[in-house]
């Protein structure tokens, strides 16, 4: 079974840092393109950012292009999710996501972790 | 960037009933759209990728049909279950988007 635990999230004042972290299990995770996504509590859906299987490319939002950084480590099947210059409007759940297959779709998603950003 | 506008924003229906959601693009994605169904305090869900191909565990009673354009979500025969809110989402050109949602309450 696929599983994608979030962590790292937490209350942080506008201009500070955090490093979310995803940790996946059940799949062969060097194989598959990841995402993050996150979603302002009772608001929609905001893709965020996507890195390659490989780790070579990676693609942002414009809304967090320059602040934001994914990465990932296939020696600890985890996923990154480098954020800096956190602004007031950055704060959602972010949720980690594998894709099905290439570039494809976000299947399955885990629970989130909650950024906060206020001061 | 590609604008998904979905509707309606709301759609009361009574189980049994058959609920047509809608999602319209901005500019041709092909068949690059997906449908995702999110029940409160739960992470999405996966239902239609490529249009029409349901997702693993998916009833049959969801289906999905259009092009270029114009994307519709059909649910046959509601079940309890069905009420959420349903996200499309492209995956033709970066930035990914997805639509506004479309809540499914129960009349």
């Known amino acids: 079974e696929v599983q994608l635990l979030e962590s790292g999230g937490g209350l942080v004042q506008p201009g500070g840092s955090l490093r979310l972290s995803c940790a996946a299990s059940g799949f062969i995770f060097s194989n598959y393109v990841m995402s993050w996504v996150r979603q302002v509590p009772g608001k929609g859906l905001e893709w965020v950012s996507t890195i390659s299987d490989s780790g070579f490319s990676a693609y942002y939002a414009d809304s967090v292009k320059g602040r934001f950084t994914i990465s990932r480590d296939s020696s600890k099947n985890s996923v990154y999710l480098q954020l800096n210059s956190l602004r007031v409007e950055d704060t959602a759940l972010y949720y980690c996501?594998?894709?099905?297959?290439?570039?494809?779709?976000?299947?399955?998603w885990g629970q989130g972790t909650l950024v906060t950003v206020s001061s | 960037e590609i604008v998904l506008t979905q509707s309606p924003g709301t759609l009361s229906l009574s189980p049994g009933e058959r609920a047509t959601l809608s999602c319209r693009a901005s500019q041709s994605v092909s068949s690059y759209l997906a449908w995702y169904q999110q029940k409160p305090g739960q992470a999405p869900r996966l239902l239609i990728y490529?249009?029409?191909n349901r997702a693993t565990g998916i009833p049959a009673r969801f289906s999905g049909s259009g092009s270029a354009t114009d994307f519709t979500l059909t649910i046959s025969s509601l079940e309890p279950e069905d009420f959420a809110v349903y996200y499309c989402q492209q995956r033709s050109s970066w930035p990914r988007t997805f639509g506004q949602g479309t809540k499914l309450e129960i009349k």
């Open positions: 490529d249009v029409s």
């Open positions: 996501a594998k894709h099905n297959t290439g570039w494809g779709w976000f299947d399955p």
